[in-house]
């Protein structure tokens, strides 16, 4: 599949470039301190030496208009789709290097159910700050580079990707909450599917593999 800069007009769609008002390099710092993991991802909500960097404060001031938020990452060796999961707000993302975002809109659901030829491939370079839409699907980064693998910020609203409600579902949308504030879509190929996620990718479960 073809990947696109985020600085291509068709990322509007999906989200936007935070290009100026931000330093980050403290933060890069902090994360690249963090070892990646010996095998596939790791993921944390909040990371304690990543929320005590002065952008967090920024963070939850300016991008998030004083909402609490939590600053946490993504990081390890990726190279297929898997899932994608919506919130109902803004994701900032933030890598220490080049990485890839997979995306797709809400809208193009039919029936709780995405055709994965719907995906189109983004590449972000290292420390530029993105912001994913609300209504923009998404999950965990592709790395560009197999040696070194991907660090990617994620912040989000404070408890978002925690343990979910206990709720019985009342409404089509309530099968697909996987855990707080996280609607998540899984392929039938996925480990998310093998842990009772609802699946809602159909057709190829996408490998980014053989463009890297």
């Known amino acids: 599949m ?14 936007e470039p935070i290009t ?3 330093n980050v390099s403290e933060l890069l710092r902090a994360m690249e301190a963090i070892p990646l993991p010996e095998e596939g ?21 300016r991008a998030y208009g004083g909402l609490p938020i939590q600053l946490g990452m993504c990081w390890g060796r990726n190279t297929k789709l898997n899932c994608l999961e919506y919130h109902r707000d803004s994701e900032v993302n933030l890598g220490t290097g080049d990485f890839i975002l997979l995306l797709a809109k809400r809208h193009e659901m039919e029936n709780g159910v995405l055709d ?13 700050p993105v912001e ?3 209504d923009t699907l998404h ?23 925690t343990d979910k409600p206990a709720i019985a579902p009342a409404n089509a949308e309530d099968r697909l909450l996987f855990a707080r504030n996280k609607w998540l879509l899984a392929h039938p ?22 463009q890297l």
Do not use: W
Not at 43 to 58: D, G, R, V
């Open 2 to 15: 073809k990947i696109y800069p985020v600085t291509d007009p068709s990322f509007r769609l999906y989200g």
């Open 20 to 22: 100026h008002g931000y």
């Open 41 to 61: 991802t790791a993921y944390e909500p909040a990371i304690e030496s990543l929320e005590a960097c002065s952008i967090f404060s920024q963070l939850q001031d």
């Open 116 to 128: 994965t030829k719907k995906v189109r491939a983004f590449r972000v370079p290292g420390g530029l």
């Open 132 to 134: 994913i839409h609300a």
């Open 139 to 161: 999950f965990a980064p592709v790395h560009v580079d197999e040696k070194k693998g991907f660090r990617v910020a994620v912040v989000l609203p404070r408890g978002t990707n």
């Open 189 to 210: 190929d996925s480990a998310q599917a093998a842990q009772g996620a609802y699946i809602g990718l159909m057709g190829e479960n996408l490998d980014l593999s053989d």
